[in-house]
């Protein structure tokens, strides 16, 4: 609704040169327009009307996740095929940039950080939406779902753990 181009353009334009984080404040808000706007590289979408507290909660999240890693921290880190830039927040198998929405990444660069550590749905959670896990929220499983099959070209699996977490195996068995 923007006079020359739509937010999904600028924010694709803007992708090509920046990895400014974004977080896109529309009027669009079904569900294949938040899908689109997370594919394309916003780092959040929130429709209107908005609370401005959530605005702000969802901004401290996106800035907290975009500081540079600690001095120190792999940029990149290897399990089987799988390549994670952290610093591009990228994924590849390969040359093969595999295609991840910004909560799929976090929780990808989560399961990396130790190799092999089994990390919990609390911590997950607590990261991803700044609080722990509840029993009946299924939106972390519904995205881990979406998650293991991009993994699956890479030999790289996301195991769970029964009433821990989950833990990131490459398909030799082994841990990450």
Do not use: W
């Amino acid at each position: 609704m923007l006079p020359l181009l739509d937010g999904f353009e600028v924010l694709h334009q803007m992708r090509k040169r920046s990895m400014v984080p974004v977080i896109m404040l529309t009027a669009r808000h079904e569900r294949e327009d938040r899908i689109a706007g997370l594919r394309i590289g916003a780092d959040d979408y929130l429709p209107k009307p908005f609370d401005p507290d959530e605005l702000l909660a969802r901004a401290n999240a996106v800035l907290r996740r975009s500081r540079n890693p600690q001095p120190g921290a792999a940029q990149t880190i290897s399990v089987g095929k799988l390549i994670i830039e952290a610093h591009h927040r990228v994924a590849r198998c390969g040359e093969t940039i595999i295609d991840l929405t910004s909560i799929e990444f976090d929780i990808l660069d989560l399961l990396v950080r130790p190799p092999g550590r089994v990390v919990s749905r609390d911590e997950i959670s607590g990261v991803l939406y700044q609080r722990p896990a509840q029993a009946y929220d299924r939106s972390l499983d519904v995205h881990v779902s979406r998650l293991r099959p991009k993994l699956a070209a890479a030999s790289v699996r996301i195991r769970s753990i029964r009433g821990v977490g989950y833990v990131l195996s490459s398909e030799s068995g082994e841990a990450a």
